[in-house]
Structure formats: C-alpha cells, structure tokens
C-alpha cells in the first residue's frame, strides 16, 4: 500500500480473528529436492524426482547432483546456456541415454517413488509412460493416420474403430485435427513444419503417457507454429505432466509454473517460475534470463 497518497481510503486494520495464510511450502517433497525447489505450492504433488543425480559421458560428468521435482499436470521449463545438460538431464526422465555407449548415471530418478533404473523396469514400458518429443519433427515415412496409431498398434490395439477414435482425439489435443481431418490417409511428410511437429506431439499424446518431454519442440518453427504449439501445452497440462527444455526466455516464462537454470550440469536455481524470473537468487540465473551471456 502507497502510504503517500492520502486520497487512497486508509487500509483496514488487521483481522486478528482470520488465520494467517499458511507460509509458502513444499507439497510432498523429498528434503533434499524440496530445499532446491522455491516456493511450490502446499497443493503441488510431485511426480518424478531426480536426486542426486550424477551423469558421465564416458569420463565427462555431465550432470552434477540435480535434485530436482517435476510436479504433477504443471509445465517445467529446464532452461540454461548450450552445452549445459538440459538434453541430457531430460533424457534421463525416460532413460533414453541408455542407448549411448559409455553413458553412467549415478542418484536415483523415481516417478510416483518407482526407481525407474531398477532392473525390473522395461525401458519401452517406461517410454509408454513417458514421452518424448524432439527439437526437428520427426514424422515416420507413413500417413498420419498411421504416425498417430503407431504407438497403439505397437502396443498391441488392432481395432479398427478404437484406433479411429484415438487418431482423432490426439489429432484434436494436438491442435492439428482441423487442418488434417480430410487427408489422414496422406503422407505425413507433406505436412508444414509445424504441422509437423504437431503430429509428432499427437503420435505422443496417443499413448496416453503421463509425463511428455518436450526438446525445444518449437525452436524449428515460426512465430505462428510457436504460438500454436504454446497454447496447446497449456490445454494438455490438464491431463498431463510436462517437462520442457527450451532457449525462449520468453516461452519459459510465458507457459511454465516451474523453472529450472541448468549451467555447467548443475542445476543453479529451481523455483516457481515467476519467482525465478522476477527476483533469482543467483546473479548467474539473473544474467542469463536478462540475456546477458549465453
Ligand atoms: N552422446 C554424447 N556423448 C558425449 N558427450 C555428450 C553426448 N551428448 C551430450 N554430450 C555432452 O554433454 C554436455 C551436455 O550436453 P546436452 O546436450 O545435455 O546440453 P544442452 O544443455 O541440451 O545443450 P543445447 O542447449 O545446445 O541443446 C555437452 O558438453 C555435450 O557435449
Ligand atoms: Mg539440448
């Protein structure tokens, strides 16, 4: 309140009957990542935890003790300059480092409090869980009616009438339903970039996975292509947990509820977005959204 300006009707003395707002706090967190993680709100359920995780590349350690939370139907921003670890810290969410030789991992990474690196979980299971969508749209050399059924067919659905209906609610949460809806049976590769990338989140969509990964989703795209890609994060995220890497200070700010600044693979600062943007902690994390290096 503007204390100065006496035309403003004085404020209303306190109400010592009402409770205090409850303190800011960390749903339910582990110790070590619920310290790293600012301000999550008393009603935040976490789904995936990295704790303290170490990675190497051969004798290159990539990743430095990340301990962080990935909340429950929320959208995650990982951002931080090239060459930091984003990449390589998502793709240890659903284990897709596993295919590159030479590659460790030490910590734990838990979804639902399942370590998803104990020898009892099937990789592709895992992947079925958790998706993955890439910076280039990678459509396979097939119709889209065949990219979205894929993952379905591969897991075993065959009905005709059932996999109907999935192409078309992951075409429709995809935001490309309209465009395609008389031309399924065409190449997807026809499709624009965009479009593109469009399809590629609805081939994801369609396993109905619970947590999506998204590699800069919309850095090969227009302004146009962007804006449609952001908004349909923000209609999924009813439905879905999202983890997002991206180089757009603007796109983290504008669709994420948590952010975290990766630099030199370690994990700087993790917190509500809002607070990450408007008041960081580090001068590290404040001089790399105000874009002075990186
Ligand atoms: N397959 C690999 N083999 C060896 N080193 C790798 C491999 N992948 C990544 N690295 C190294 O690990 C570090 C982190 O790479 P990573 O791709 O995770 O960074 P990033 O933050 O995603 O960067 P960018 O913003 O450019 O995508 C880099 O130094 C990179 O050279
Ligand atoms: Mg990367």
Redesign the pocket.
């Known amino acids: 309140m503007n204390l100065m300006n006496s035309e403003k009707p004085a404020a209303p003395p306190p109400d010592t009957n009402k409770a205090a707002p409850p303190p800011p706090e960390v749903g339910s967190a582990s110790r070590t990542a619920a310290a790293t993680t600012r301000r999550a709100g008393t009603n935040e359920r976490s789904r995936a935890e990295a704790r303290d995780v170490d990675f190497f590349?051969g004798d290159?350690h990539?990743l430095k003790k990340i301990n962080l939370l990935v909340y429950d139907r929320r959208i995650t921003a990982l951002i931080?300059p090239?060459?930091?670890?984003?990449?390589?810290f998502l793709r240890t969410l659903n284990r897709m480092n596993d295919l590159?030789e030479g590659a460790r991992l030490e910590g734990s990474v838990t979804i639902d409090g399942q370590d998803i690196y104990a020898p009892s979980v099937d990789p592709a299971e895992l992947r079925k869980r958790v998706g993955m969508v890439f910076q280039r749209p990678n459509p396979f050399p097939m119709s889209i009616f065949d990219n979205v059924a894929y993952g379905p067919r591969i897991h075993g659905l065959n009905n005709k009438k059932t996999l109907g209906e999935i192409v078309e609610r992951s075409l429709k949460q995809a935001a490309l339903w309209d465009e395609v809806k008389d031309k399924v049976k065409q190449s997807a590769l026809a499709l624009s970039g965009g479009q593109q990338q469009r399809l590629c989140i609805a081939r994801v969509l369609a396993v109905e996975p619970e947590i999506v990964l998204m590699d800069e989703p919309a850095s090969a795209l227009d302004p146009n292509s962007t804006y449609r890609i952001e908004e349909l994060m923000q209609e999924i995220k009813a439905d879905y947990t999202i983890v997002l890497?991206t180089?757009n200070m603007q796109q983290a700010a504008r669709v994420s509820d948590y952010t975290g600044f990766?630099l030199k693979g370690e994990l700087m600062e993790f917190g509500a977005t809002e607070m990450i943007f408007t008041t960081p902690e580090k001068k590290a994390t404040e001089d790399y959204i105000r874009g002075r290096f990186g």
């Open positions: 590349y290159f990539a931080g090239s060459g930091c670890g984003k990449s390589t590159i890497v180089h990766f």
